[in-house]
Nanobody, 126 residues
Framework: EVQLQASGGGLVQAGGSLRLSCAASGFPFDDYAIGWFRQAPGKEREGVSC????????YYADSVKGRFTISSDSAKNTVYLQMDNLRPEDTAVYYCGTDLGQASSYALCHGRPTEWGQGTQVTVSS
């Protein structure tokens, strides 16, 4: 059974940092891209950052470039999203997702994952 367990959200002031974790199980971790998506109230879900664990290729949305860093630990089957210099507009529910047919980080972030973890709330106060 494919499982994605997201954690690490919370409430932080603007300019602060949070680190999200996504623990994966039930599929070959290194064979597929895994990414982070977010959905703010009244907005569509968007791809924030994705990584291909096999070659380390990453993708970032323009809105988070230079502030967020995605990484993966194959020994722990876990993907992390380090979020620095957070802004109120980063407030959203964050989800990790994967597509068991997609190894490209770019394609995953621009497509629609077939597997989702539960969301974790990130709230940035001004």
């Amino acid at each position: 059974e494919v499982q994605l367990q997201a954690s690490g959200g919370g409430l932080v002031q603007a300019g602060g940092s949070l680190r999200l974790s996504c623990a994966a199980s039930g599929f070959p971790f290194d064979d597929y891209a895994i990414g982070w998506f977010r959905q703010a109230p009244g907005k569509e879900r968007e791809g924030v950052s994705c990584i291909s664990s096999s070659d380390g290729t990453t993708y970032y949305a323009d809105s988070v470039k230079g502030r967020f860093t995605i990484s993966s630990d194959s020994a722990k089957n876990t993907v992390y999203l380090q979020m620095d210099n957070l802004r109120p507009e980063d407030t959203a529910v964050y989800y990790c997702g994967t597509d068991l047919g997609q190894a490209s980080s770019y394609a995953l972030c621009h497509g629609r994952p077939t597997e989702w973890g539960q969301g974790t709330q990130v709230t940035v106060s001004s």
